[in-house]
């Protein structure tokens, strides 16, 4: 049996788990560098027989899916992968299996972002390294408003946060409603009120045909010039052309940035060359905690499926379909 880990990109999917603890295993490969090419992923995946994806770093449309003869058992860390055609994979007799979820990381992260921005901490870093002393000025959060675009947990993790800052918490989402809001102690508005009255924007929805591009210019046109936009979501739900706009013509104060449209980020990405953006390399769920979680539910998953029993299935029409792992 081979095994494949993908985008391990610091080296450390092995060591977050005991995999030896699978039976039969006779091989276990993790990789560091990203496939970016269909044909580079099929031809490193050919003769694997289970494959972890960590998130939707990797996506596995039909077309890739039905290459991959070998192929029967894929698990994707977390329960959702919107990268993974799940009706084909169960077609083809391949599980696709999740993981639990980790803790409020990408909360804490969404945070790191925001007052990175508004204290500007990454540029007097940076200058202070250069030999220079206090270059900018910052802006406290007591007093502002957050705009939450979602209530989920994470969202709502943000609020508690956001009213212990003394900052005014107000919330939007298509299927938001008062009855949530009030147990959160956080206010419901409409789109346009959030975006024209909120200090900090902050996105913490799911993306799906409806919040794809969600934030547009528009949207962007409402915000205050001392305002800024945070995305620890998905890069898709903010049309980046627009959000490109809005910093360059400084309509918006910055934005901070965990996601994006192509990752890794291209190193000629025009984000890059803005001063008013905080970019981390998709940091949100990249802690050891998570990471602990994601591979042992990994692990679990794989023992789980030899024994013809998987746990936390994400396609279920598979059942009738699968194929059994030969030891």
Avoid at 141 to 169: D, P
Avoid at 268 to 276: A, F, H, K, V, W
Avoid at 285 to 290: A, D, L, S
Wanted: hydrophobic share 45%; proline share 5%; aromatic share 6%.
């Amino acid at each position: 049996m081979k095994i494949a880990v993908l985008d391990d990109y610091q080296q450390v999917a092995l060591s977050m788990a005991d995999w030896s603890s699978i039976p039969s295993l006779t091989e276990i490969l993790a990789f560091k560098d990203h496939f970016s090419s269909p044909e580079l992923l099929i031809r490193k995946l050919s003769g694997f027989h289970v494959v972890v994806a960590m998130r939707e770093r990797t996506g596995f449309p039909a077309e890739i899916l039905g290459t991959l003869t070998d192929l029967r058992l894929l698990v994707t860390t977390g329960m959702r992968n919107a990268s993974i055609d799940l009706p084909a994979a169960a077609r083809l007799g391949i599980a696709v299996c999740g993981t639990r979820g980790g803790g409020p990381a990408t909360a804490e992260l969404a945070w790191g972002l925001i007052i990175s921005l508004l204290r500007h901490i990454p540029r007097e870093f940076d200058a202070l390294r250069r030999g220079r002393w206090q270059s900018t000025l910052g802006t406290e959060l007591n007093g502002k408003t957050l705009g939450l675009l979602g209530l989920g947990n994470l969202g709502s993790h943000m609020a508690v946060i956001g009213r212990a800052f003394g900052m005014s918490v107000i919330a939007w989402s298509q299927n938001l409603t008062a009855e949530k809001t009030a147990r959160v102690g956080v206010k419901l508005v409409t789109k346009e009120e959030l975006f024209s009255t909120a200090d900090i924007v902050s996105i913490h929805l799911q993306l799906s045909e409806r919040t794809r591009n969600l934030v547009g210019s528009a949207e962007l046109s409402l915000m205050k010039p001392s305002a800024c936009l945070i995305n620890t979501s998905r890069a898709p739900i903010v049309d980046k052309v627009a959000l490109l706009r809005a910093l360059t013509s400084r309509s918006i104060a910055g934005a901070g940035l965990d996601v994006y449209d192509i990752e890794p980020l291209p190193t000629g990405d025009p984000l890059r060359e803005l001063d008013n953006v905080v970019l981390t390399p998709h940091l949100g769920f990249v802690t050891r905690e998570t990471y602990e979680i994601f591979f042992n539910d990994a692990v679990d998953g794989i023992k789980a499926f030899l024994q013809a029993q998987p746990l936390r299935l994400l396609n279920p029409d598979v059942l009738p379909h699968m194929r059994p792992l030969e030891s």
